[in-house]
């Protein structure tokens, strides 16, 4: 099924030492984009491509960087990971111009000790 | 800009008795209306989703939902719940057109007791 992989699912990573998180879609969606999602708390958007551009929300972090390779796949980069960055985070994609839905993977949970 | 809340942070419920989540949001340009659900570790599942038509639209799991433009209004409804709807919901709000990246609020814990 055409679908929205996230991996991994769980990551731990050390305090100050670089991650990355990875995203794929079989959707062939132009739209791909980053949430950070912390405990009872609503996903916060991070950053989107639309197409080839890059779209930072402004109050993003630039410990967080993204990369998109081709339309496949996204990658969220975290150079210098602090507790503070412990969260959920969560791709999703659309298609500009059709059905007007966004499509989730099951999400990182990011642990950072 | 657009902007969405969701007034009840929690809402417990019996099993088999109906229930509501509100909803409502500020736009000044035309906006989709959706509601998601999301379980324990999960990623976030589509309820339903309002485009235009019918106010009134029903999704999975029983879930609907109706559209109130002069309310400004999208609260969803059950008839009844059971068990395994406990869980997270969250409202979104996309612009119609572009690039249909949800707006979220900051969710409603649906927790349905036996």
């Known amino acids: 099924d055409a679908m929205v992989i996230q991996n991994p699912r769980y990551q731990v990573t050390q305090f100050g030492k670089p991650v990355t998180l990875s995203c794929s879609q079989t959707?062939?969606?132009?739209?791909m984009y980053w949430y950070q999602q912390k405990s009872s708390q609503a996903p916060k958007l991070l950053f989107h491509?639309?197409?080839?551009?890059?779209?930072n929300e402004a109050d993003t972090p630039d410990n967080f960087q993204s990369r998109r390779p081709n339309t496949s796949f996204c990658f969220l980069d975290i150079r210098s990971p602090g507790l503070g960055d412990a969260a959920m985070y969560l791709c999703?994609?659309?298609?500009?111009?059709?059905?007007?839905?966004?499509?989730f993977g099951q999400g990182t949970r990011l642990t950072v000790v | 800009a657009q902007s969405v809340t969701q007034l009840d942070s929690q809402v417990p419920v019996f099993e088999e008795a109906p229930v509501e989540l509100r909803c409502n949001y500020s736009s000044s340009v035309s906006v989709y209306l959706f509601w998601y659900v999301q379980y324990p570790n999960q990623g976030l599942q589509l309820l339903l989703k309002y485009l235009s038509g019918s106010t009134l639209v029903k999704g999975i799991n029983g879930f609907e939902a109706e559209f109130n433009k002069s309310q400004t209004s999208f609260h969803l409804r059950k008839p009844s719940v059971h068990i395994s709807d406990t869980a997270e919901y969250f409202c979104?709000?996309?612009?119609?057109?572009?690039?249909?990246?949800?707006?979220f609020g900051r969710g409603t814990s649906l927790i349905v007791h036996p």
């Open positions: 999703a994609t659309s298609r500009s111009g059709q059905r007007a839905e966004a499509f």
């Open positions: 979104a709000v996309t612009r119609s057109g572009g690039s249909y990246i949800p707006t």
């Open positions: 491509y639309y197409d080839k551009d890059f779209n």
């Open positions: 959707l062939n969606h132009n739209v």
